[in-house]
Nanobody, 124 residues
Framework: QEQLVESGGGLVQAGGSLRLSCAAS????????MAWFRQVPGKERDFVAA????????AYADSVKGRLPISRDRAETTQYLQMNSMQPEDTAVYYC?????????????????WGQGTQVTVSS
């Protein structure tokens, strides 16, 4: 059974940086596209960024474009979200997701596998 495990969340001041990691266990996810979503209490899970299985194609939500680059290390089936110039509105639980069909999708329901989430809090 494939599992995704996020790490790197925490508390940071506005303007600071964090790096989230998502490691896959079980069968290799090297051919899967991967993505990050985030969710705040009482709201839907929102798309943040996605990356193709080769790492050549990416997609971003407008609110994070240029600040939160996504990358992956296919050899280690790990993906990363580098969070720069963080703002209080970035506060959320961040979830890692993977799609076995390799799509670059912004809809959560299209992803097959999910991590349990990591809390990111940005203080003003």
């Amino acid at each position: 059974q494939e599992q995704l495990v996020e790490s790197g969340g925490g508390l940071v001041q506005a303007g600071g940086s964090l790096r989230l990691s998502c490691a896959a266990s079980g069968r290799t996810l090297g051919c899967y596209s991967m993505a990050w979503f985030r969710q705040v209490p009482g709201k839907e899970r929102d798309f943040v960024a996605a990356i193709s299985w080769r790492g050549t194609n990416t997609a971003y939500a407008d609110s994070v474009k240029g600040r939160l680059p996504i990358s992956r290390d296919r050899a280690e089936t790990t993906q990363y979200l580098q969070m720069n110039s963080m703002q209080p509105e970035d506060t959320a639980v961040y979830y890692c997701a993977a799609d076995q069909w390799g799509r670059i999708a912004t809809t959560p329901s299209l992803y097959n596998f999910w991590g349990q989430g990591t809390q990111v809090t940005v203080s003003s």
